[in-house]
């Protein structure tokens, strides 16, 4: 019983009690229990295989569910030690309500990793060492470590020479914020970069360094990591190694050494303001993704008025080879470190994504680049990911270390599109789910039609209207734990919370799409019952997009919990979601129970 306080003198009681199991689930106990009051472990298999898409379930498994869910329940719960041992309707409930037992997506590493980087979507952070927004946060290898701890492959470290000019400091450079010693950063990575993930961990540089400091910088990395190093047999590679063959190692990407410039003045930040600001910008939990449309439509408004910014953080790319050699002799020690060289040939767009036969590289572009390059080269975007690295870096007009669409990036068939992880916001959401596929081990295999050329050269075509190819089917049962994991007034002074979902797709523009629950008044634990169908076009890069909010007649609804999914994961049948905050971190208890169909 819970109590509110009503006007001044009165106060309110509201019952709460367990999340009951639904009707559905009460009907898969009934035909599988085949009318009786207990489940054998026979029965439980049956249920596994035909209902759950469980191919292959043993007796044995089921045997283990049912003392897991059992013990479970009698850690939870002090009257389940009174029940017997068989296995009963409020045992199967259990089970179905545990992500522990019951996860939406499964948890190992199942994709091919023996083909050559590019083939993979790669886990990557933009400036992984700021603590919050790009202008005057400080430098820190606390959230590089997060990162690494989250499953983060690429750690992105801006070298600058401290005010003595005699070691290296990681900053962003030319503005207010605080540098961290670089040492700090690279024994931060050794200790932590294996955490989430056996496979390799690829630090980006962007190097301002004298040719002195730049032999200090191999020196450093080279006795930081010892044999986690890996070195490239030869100056330019062919084909880039595979996450299998690259296991626990550390991959040093940059461009070959330029001078460092001591006083390259960025643009006037009145200059980049002028171009206005970007209705998609702000990243609060409440902003919607800014859709694919939206955002190309934007960057060719500003492109027709302004050039595109070269923000103070200029882009390790953005160098001519040639302007380069003419200003150093890089000490040979430090470009032996580079693995995965990057560079910008010089000319436009359609020069800049050419396909050496001869051997491969990495390109970066900033969000708006990769804009204008997918509305008028596509195809080569296509073809230069298939054997080499693209990656994009959010636009210099992110200060507050806000994110774009990930989805323009993916689906031209960039492996690293570079995010700030300190941008909490539905942009990050994304990007946390799409990166729990492949076991969250940071590394996750292309779609084969993005790695296909056609016999006339012809390559994927992300603006075509195709055709549907599966249906998903998502019903939301119930939702549980908000009376554990928040204080009885959070949600509203005056009575329980009044629930609702959100669920929906992002993804290719023709599948994103957003649907939602009716509000369920004066609960705690909200039983919906309502059931969402999302044709889907490319399934393949699909994230199921879930929210609970609180409504709130009077003022901006309440956050309740937030998660996503990549659809080509689910598994199918009655599953336990567990949500997560703003942050992108675990409640500890607040879930929901949800079935998934493909069609």
Not at 55 to 83: F, N, P, V, W, Y
Not at 160 to 170: C, E, K, L, Y
């Amino acid at each position: 019983m819970g109590s509110y306080r009503c006007c001044i003198f009165f106060t309110r009681k509201f019952r709460w009690s367990e999340a009951q199991p639904p009707d559905d689930v009460k009907a898969a106990f009934a035909a599988y229990a085949e009318g009786g009051a207990h489940m054998s472990g026979e029965q439980l298999r049956r249920f596994l295989e035909e209902a759950q898409g469980e191919a292959g379930a043993t007796i044995a498994d089921a045997e283990r569910i049912m003392e897991q869910s059992r013990q479970l329940r009698r850690h939870h719960s002090s009257l389940a030690k009174l029940s017997r041992t068989s296995f009963t309707l409020e045992d199967f409930h259990h089970y179905l309500f545990s992500e522990e037992l019951n996860p939406p997506i499964q948890s190992q590493v199942h994709h091919d990793m023996t083909a050559p980087l590019s083939h993979y979507y790669i886990y990557t952070g933009h400036n992984s060492y700021l603590t919050g927004n790009q202008l005057s946060s400080d430098c820190s290898d606390v959230p590089i470590i997060k990162a690494l701890q989250r499953g983060v492959r690429v750690i992105e470290l801006d070298i600058w020479p401290n005010s003595a000019n005699d070691n290296i400091n990681v900053l962003h450079g030319r503005t207010l914020t605080s540098p961290v010693e670089l040492i700090r950063c690279l024994k931060s990575i050794k200790e932590h970069a294996f955490s989430a993930s056996p496979y390799p961990v690829i630090i980006t540089l962007e190097d301002h360094l004298t040719p002195d400091l730049q032999a200090k910088v191999a020196k450093m990395v080279a006795e930081t990591f010892g044999d986690m190093l890996y070195y490239p047999d030869s100056e330019t590679l062919k084909e880039f190694p595979s996450p299998e063959a690259l296991k626990r190692r550390i991959i040093i990407s940059t461009k070959p050494p330029k001078e460092y410039l001591e006083s390259k003045s960025f643009k006037d930040k009145d200059d980049v303001f002028q171009q206005g600001k970007d209705p998609n910008e702000e990243e609060a939990w409440g902003k919607e993704v800014p859709d694919l449309q939206s955002e190309i439509e934007y960057s060719a408004k500003v492109s027709e008025t302004a050039n595109d910014e070269q923000s103070h953080e200029e882009s390790a790319d953005d160098y001519d080879d040639d302007e380069q050699k003419d200003r150093q002799n890089p000490p040979p020690e430090y470009k032996c470190l580079i693995t995965i060289r990057a560079g910008k040939p010089k000319g436009g767009i359609s020069e800049a994504l050419k396909v050496d036969p001869d051997k491969v590289r990495r390109l970066s572009l900033s969000e708006q680049e990769l804009v204008k390059a997918a509305t008028g080269n596509g195809d080569d975007l296509i073809r230069f990911t298939q054997k080499n690295l693209l990656r994009i870096y959010p636009k210099g007009t992110r200060f507050n270390s806000s994110n774009y669409n990930p989805f323009i990036g993916w689906i031209h068939g960039a492996q690293m599109v570079a995010f700030n992880m300190q941008g909490y916001g539905r942009s990050l959401w994304l990007m946390h789910g799409f990166y729990k596929a492949n076991g969250g081990c940071g590394y996750i295999k292309k779609p084969d039609f993005l790695m296909k050329v056609g016999p006339n050269n012809e390559v994927f075509d992300p603006k075509a209207i195709l055709a549907i190819k599966k249906t998903l089917k998502v019903k939301v049962y119930v939702g549980d734990g908000w009376r554990v994991d928040f204080s009885q007034t959070h949600f509203d002074a005056y009575s329980p919370p009044d629930f609702y979902t959100r669920v929906g797709i992002a993804g290719v523009p023709a599948d994103s799409i957003m649907k939602k629950t009716r509000a369920i008044e004066d609960n705690w634990t909200p039983c919906w019952g309502e059931e969402f169908s999302f044709p889907l076009t490319v399934p393949e890069l699909a994230l199921l997009r879930i929210e609970v909010h609180e409504y709130d007649m009077s003022e901006k609804d309440d956050f309740g919990g937030q998660a996503c999914l990549p659809v080509s994961e689910l598994r199918p049948g009655i599953r336990a979601v567990l949500l997560f905050d703003r942050k992108g971190k675990k409640f500890n208890s607040v879930k929901l129970m949800m079935r998934f169909q493909f069609v």
